[in-house]
Nanobody, 128 residues
Framework: QVQLVESGGGLVQAGGSLRLSCAAS????????MGWFRQAPGKEREFVAA????????DYADSLKGRFTISRDNAKNTVSLQMNSLNPEDTAVYYC?????????????????????WGQGTQVTVSS
Protein backbone atom coordinates (compact mmCIF):
# COMPACT_ATOMS: atom_id res chain seq x y z
CA GLN A 1 0.00 0.00 0.00
CA VAL A 2 1.06 3.54 -0.74
CA GLN A 3 -0.12 6.64 1.04
CA LEU A 4 0.07 10.04 -0.62
CA VAL A 5 -0.07 13.38 1.16
CA GLU A 6 -0.21 16.69 -0.67
CA SER A 7 1.04 19.98 0.71
CA GLY A 8 1.80 23.49 -0.45
CA GLY A 9 -1.67 24.73 -1.24
CA GLY A 10 -2.95 28.08 -0.12
CA LEU A 11 -4.14 31.50 -1.20
CA VAL A 12 -2.23 33.36 -3.87
CA GLN A 13 -2.92 36.44 -5.95
CA ALA A 14 -3.45 36.21 -9.68
CA GLY A 15 -0.14 36.10 -11.48
CA GLY A 16 1.60 34.50 -8.55
CA SER A 17 3.14 31.07 -8.11
CA LEU A 18 2.78 28.06 -5.87
CA ARG A 19 4.68 24.82 -5.56
CA LEU A 20 2.75 21.75 -4.51
CA SER A 21 4.42 18.66 -3.12
CA CYS A 22 3.24 15.08 -2.73
CA ALA A 23 4.97 12.79 -0.27
CA ALA A 24 4.64 9.02 -0.61
CA SER A 25 4.91 6.56 2.25
CA UNK A 26 4.28 2.88 2.85
CA UNK A 27 5.36 0.54 0.10
CA UNK A 28 7.04 3.20 -1.95
CA UNK A 29 8.65 2.57 -5.28
CA UNK A 30 9.94 4.54 -8.21
CA UNK A 31 7.94 2.27 -10.51
CA UNK A 32 4.87 4.46 -10.41
CA UNK A 33 3.58 7.00 -12.84
CA MET A 34 2.63 10.01 -10.78
CA GLY A 35 -0.09 12.42 -11.71
CA TRP A 36 -1.75 15.60 -10.55
CA PHE A 37 -5.47 16.21 -10.93
CA ARG A 38 -7.70 19.01 -9.79
CA GLN A 39 -11.35 19.55 -9.08
CA ALA A 40 -13.12 22.87 -8.78
CA PRO A 41 -16.45 23.20 -6.94
CA GLY A 42 -19.31 21.88 -9.04
CA LYS A 43 -16.98 20.63 -11.76
CA GLU A 44 -15.56 17.30 -12.78
CA ARG A 45 -12.08 16.22 -11.84
CA GLU A 46 -9.60 17.08 -14.56
CA PHE A 47 -6.10 16.03 -15.47
CA VAL A 48 -3.27 18.44 -14.76
CA ALA A 49 0.05 16.69 -15.32
CA ALA A 50 1.83 13.34 -15.11
CA UNK A 51 5.40 12.10 -14.93
CA UNK A 52 6.92 8.72 -15.74
CA UNK A 53 8.75 6.36 -13.37
CA UNK A 54 12.12 8.03 -13.76
CA UNK A 55 10.95 11.44 -14.79
CA UNK A 56 12.05 11.20 -18.41
CA UNK A 57 8.55 11.73 -19.76
CA UNK A 58 5.93 14.24 -18.77
CA ASP A 59 2.46 15.09 -19.95
CA TYR A 60 0.30 18.13 -19.32
CA ALA A 61 -3.18 19.31 -19.99
CA ASP A 62 -2.97 21.41 -23.14
CA SER A 63 -4.32 24.48 -21.41
CA LEU A 64 -1.69 24.27 -18.68
CA LYS A 65 1.41 23.44 -20.64
CA GLY A 66 3.99 26.16 -20.20
CA ARG A 67 2.65 27.38 -16.88
CA PHE A 68 2.83 24.19 -14.83
CA THR A 69 5.85 21.93 -14.38
CA ILE A 70 5.83 18.49 -12.81
CA SER A 71 8.93 16.87 -11.34
CA ARG A 72 9.84 14.01 -9.03
CA ASP A 73 12.58 13.04 -6.64
CA ASN A 74 12.49 9.29 -6.18
CA ALA A 75 15.17 9.36 -3.50
CA LYS A 76 12.81 11.44 -1.38
CA ASN A 77 9.64 9.75 -2.64
CA THR A 78 8.14 13.05 -3.65
CA VAL A 79 6.55 14.60 -6.70
CA SER A 80 6.08 18.32 -7.15
CA LEU A 81 3.96 20.64 -9.24
CA GLN A 82 5.30 24.12 -9.89
CA MET A 83 2.47 26.44 -10.84
CA ASN A 84 3.24 29.83 -12.36
CA SER A 85 1.14 32.68 -13.68
CA LEU A 86 -1.85 31.50 -11.72
CA ASN A 87 -5.30 32.83 -12.46
CA PRO A 88 -8.64 32.45 -10.65
CA GLU A 89 -9.60 29.61 -13.00
CA ASP A 90 -6.85 27.55 -11.40
CA THR A 91 -8.71 27.56 -8.10
CA ALA A 92 -9.42 23.95 -7.15
CA VAL A 93 -8.50 21.11 -4.86
CA TYR A 94 -5.37 19.51 -6.26
CA TYR A 95 -4.85 15.78 -5.88
CA CYS A 96 -1.76 13.67 -6.20
CA UNK A 97 -2.18 10.17 -7.62
CA UNK A 98 -0.06 7.14 -8.48
CA UNK A 99 -0.46 4.25 -10.90
CA UNK A 100 1.65 1.18 -11.53
CA UNK A 101 0.75 1.21 -15.22
CA UNK A 102 3.75 0.06 -17.27
CA UNK A 103 2.89 2.36 -20.16
CA UNK A 104 3.11 6.12 -20.33
CA UNK A 105 0.28 6.76 -22.77
CA UNK A 106 -1.64 9.98 -22.73
CA UNK A 107 -4.95 8.15 -22.69
CA UNK A 108 -3.77 6.26 -19.61
CA UNK A 109 -2.04 8.92 -17.56
CA UNK A 110 -4.80 11.44 -18.20
CA UNK A 111 -7.54 9.10 -16.96
CA UNK A 112 -8.20 9.33 -13.25
CA UNK A 113 -9.74 5.88 -13.03
CA UNK A 114 -6.41 4.36 -14.07
CA UNK A 115 -4.74 5.47 -10.86
CA UNK A 116 -4.42 3.17 -7.86
CA UNK A 117 -3.65 5.62 -5.07
CA TRP A 118 -4.86 9.10 -4.24
CA GLY A 119 -4.01 11.76 -1.72
CA GLN A 120 -6.55 13.77 0.24
CA GLY A 121 -5.96 16.90 -1.79
CA THR A 122 -4.73 20.40 -1.07
CA GLN A 123 -6.72 23.57 -1.69
CA VAL A 124 -5.40 26.17 -4.08
CA THR A 125 -7.23 29.48 -4.21
CA VAL A 126 -6.24 32.23 -6.63
CA SER A 127 -7.69 35.67 -5.97
CA SER A 128 -8.25 38.41 -8.53
Amino acid sequence: QVQLVESGGGLVQAGGSLRLSCAASGRTSSNYIMGWFRQAPGKEREFVAAISWRGAMTDYADSLKGRFTISRDNAKNTVSLQMNSLNPEDTAVYYCAATSSPKFYGTVVQSGHKYDYWGQGTQVTVSS
